[in-house]
């Protein structure tokens, strides 16, 4: 397994992590249902719900500097690596826009929940 080196991709790992810590409150309790666990202690899941704002915002950052490195910042690539087929780029900002497509959806579950129960 390839080692993440790239700031891109450091940054849209960070994202993910900030958007599952911003949804764990809402999405955690609905999965553990799904699979059958219970219990009176899936109810205190909601103690992470007053840090959910902060978790979203550290997303946003984390995808705007994704963003930013995969269109903004030119990259700098010596001939023959890896970083200089523009395969590459083009793979990386597909990765880009489903991962960011799927953290957003997952930011939006506590919005669009209450429609479904």
Do not use: H
Not at 11 to 19: D, K, N, P
């Amino acid at each position: 397994m390839q080692m993440i080196t790239n700031t891109g991709n450091r940054s849209l790992v960070a994202g993910v992590l900030a958007a599952i810590g911003a949804s764990v409150c809402c999405v955690g309790p609905l999965v553990l249902l799904a699979l059958g666990i219970g219990g009176t202690w899936v109810g205190n899941l909601t103690v992470m719900e007053p840090y959910r704002p902060f978790f979203i915002g550290l997303t946003l950052l984390f995808l705007g500097l994704a963003f930013r490195k995969l269109y903004l910042v030119p990259q700098v690539c010596a001939p023959g690596t890896a970083c200089a087929d523009p395969r590459t780029l083009t793979r990386q900002r597909l990765v880009f826009w489903i991962v960011a497509g799927l953290l957003l959806g997952l930011l939006a579950v506590p919005w669009f929940a209450p429609l479904f129960y």
